[in-house]
Every structure is written in structure tokens, then in C-alpha cells.
């Protein structure tokens, strides 16, 4: 399994930018499709966005779409998440995940970062 840490989070104004990383631990990054998702209180854990491992495909939430940019750097192991035109619904835990299968990722990961949070004020 990959280790995962969420990076970037904090509070911004709505219409606002925000960057978050999630670096990864091991050599064999570049062989796991990446997704992110976000929690916000009281509801459930929702997908954002995800970019596969064969061919850098992205795949997004309609609720970020362009919004939002998932990009990864293999040589640095690390994936990252651009939110543009923040809005207060933005505001949650945002997790990275990883997962062999680029389904899978979207669904299921096999692993999971701690979260870092984004707040967003109207």
C-alpha cells in the first residue's frame, strides 16, 4: 500500500483559489490511479475528482467540474488539486486516495490520506 498526506487546505473567501497536494510514499506512485474526495459535517464522503495511472485520463464530479484540475507528478510523487471560483459549498475535508484500478479509485480506494480541510466564506 501507498502512504498518503494531504497538504494545502485552509480557509479562503468564496471565488477564491486553493491548491492541495497529496504526496506519497514508495517508488511505485506512478502505477496508482489518484482521486480525491471530500467530506463535508454531517454528510457523506463524496468523489471529486481522479486521474488514472496509464494515461493521465481525468475524471470529475459535475459539482466541480471546470472548477477544479487534478494533476500528478510521478517524478515527485505527488498529485495535486486546483479549485478555482470556491464556493461555500466547497467546504469539507478534502481526502486523496489511491488505487490500482482507475475504476476502482472513484469508488473504492484501497488507500487513504488523513484529509486536510477547506473552508470557504460567503
Known amino acids: 500500500q501507498v502512504q498518503l498526506v494531504e497538504s494545502g487546505g485552509g480557509l479562503v473567501q468564496a471565488g477564491g483559489s486553493l491548491r492541495l497536494s497529496c504526496a506519497a510514499s514508495?517508488?511505485?506512485?506512478?502505477?496508482?490511479?489518484m482521486a480525491w474526495f471530500r467530506q463535508a459535517p454531517g454528510k457523506e464522503r463524496d468523489f471529486v475528482a481522479a486521474i488514472s495511472w496509464s494515461n493521465g485520463s481525468t475524471y470529475y464530479s459535475n459539482s466541480v467540474k471546470g472548477r477544479f484540475t487534478i494533476s500528478r507528478d510521478n517524478a515527485k510523487s505527488t498529485m495535486y488539486l486546483q479549485m478555482n471560483s470556491l464556493k461555500p459549498e466547497d467546504t469539507a475535508v478534502y481526502y486523496c486516495?489511491?488505487?490500482?484500478?482507475?475504476?476502482?479509485?472513484?469508488?473504492?480506494?484501497?488507500?487513504w490520506g488523513q484529509g486536510t480541510q477547506v473552508t470557504v466564506s460567503s
Open positions: 514508495g517508488r511505485t506512485f506512478w502505477l496508482y490511479s
Open positions: 486516495a489511491a488505487d490500482a484500478s482507475t475504476v476502482m479509485v472513484q469508488t473504492t480506494p484501497r488507500s
